[in-house]
C-alpha cells in the first residue's frame, strides 16, 4: 500500500460504455495527476490538478473526462472510448514542492473493447 | 526543456552480476532527481532520491550519485537478484514545478 489507492484495479468496457476510475490519497498532497502508460511507449501525462484546479491538459481527447473534487479524490470519467486507449492509467499524488517525487497508485489496467 | 535519457532495454543478466543502467537528462535550474521501480503488474515506487550534486541516493542495495558535471544519475547495484527484474525509470524535477519529467524505462531481466 502506497498511500494511493486506485480502484478498480482492473476494467473491460464496451465502446459505448462510460465508466470511471478512482484515486484516493491522505498524504496531504496538493497536487495530483493522471498518467497513461502503453505497450511500449513512455508515460504520457494527461492531467495535472493542483490545489483541485486542473493546470494542465496535455491535449487529451474529450472522452477522458477528469474531475478532483477535493484535494484527496480524483476521478477519470471515460466514455465512447477507443481500442487503443487500453492501457494502464496511473494516478500520482505530490506535494507542492516537487523534490519530494511522486507517490503513484498501483494503476487501472483497462481493456477497451 | 527538461529531458531525460535512459539506456534502451531490455537489460538480461544472471542472478548475482553487476547492474548499471545509465541516465542523462538536461534541465533547467538545478534538479531533483529520482529512480522510480516498476514491478510487473503494479505502479510506479520511489526507489532512490538526489536533490542536489554529489548526493548519494540508496535503497535495497542501488546507488545512484547526482554528477552535476556529467549531467547523469546512472543506477547501479553490485549484485542483483532475480526478484529485481522490473521496469525502471529515470525522472527530474526542477524548482516549484511539481511535474516529472521521466525518461523511457529500461526494463531488467534478471536470470537464474
Known amino acids: 500500500e502506497t498511500g494511493v489507492t486506485q480502484t478498480p484495479r482492473h476494467l473491460v468496457m464496451g465502446m459505448t460504455n462510460k465508466k470511471s476510475l478512482k484515486c484516493e490519497q491522505h498524504l496531504g498532497h496538493n497536487a495530483m495527476y493522471w498518467y497513461k502508460q502503453s505497450a511500449k511507449k513512455p508515460l504520457e501525462l494527461m492531467f495535472v490538478y493542483s490545489l483541485e484546479e486542473r493546470v494542465e491538459n496535455n491535449s487529451v481527447p474529450s472522452r477522458f473526462s477528469p474531475e478532483c473534487p477535493n484535494s484527496s479524490h480524483l476521478f477519470l470519467h471515460l466514455h465512447t472510448l477507443q481500442p487503443e486507449d487500453s492501457a494502464l492509467y496511473l494516478c500520482?499524488?505530490?506535494?507542492?514542492?516537487?523534490?519530494?517525487?511522486?507517490?503513484f497508485g498501483s494503476g487501472t489496467r483497462l481493456t477497451v473493447v | 526543456g527538461n529531458s531525460v535519457t535512459q539506456m534502451e532495454g531490455p537489460v538480461t543478466l544472471s542472478e548475482e552480476a553487476f547492474l548499471t543502467i545509465n541516465c542523462t537528462y538536461t534541465a533547467t535550474g538545478y534538479p531533483s532527481l529520482f529512480w522510480y521501480v516498476q514491478y510487473p503488474g503494479e505502479g510506479l515506487q520511489l526507489l532512490l532520491k538526489a536533490t542536489k550534486a554529489d548526493d548519494k541516493g540508496s535503497n535495497k542495495g542501488f546507488e545512484a550519485t547526482y554528477r552535476k558535471e556529467t549531467t547523469s544519475f546512472h543506477l547501479e547495484k553490485g549484485s542483483v537478484q532475480v526478484s529485481d527484474s522490473a521496469v525502471y525509470f529515470c525522472?527530474?524535477?526542477?524548482?516549484?514545478?511539481?511535474?516529472?519529467?521521466f525518461g523511457t524505462g529500461t526494463r531488467l531481466q534478471v536470470m537464474l
Open positions: 500520482a499524488s505530490s506535494q507542492e514542492e516537487g523534490s519530494y517525487g511522486y507517490t
Open positions: 525522472a527530474l524535477v526542477t524548482g516549484t514545478a511539481s511535474k516529472l519529467t
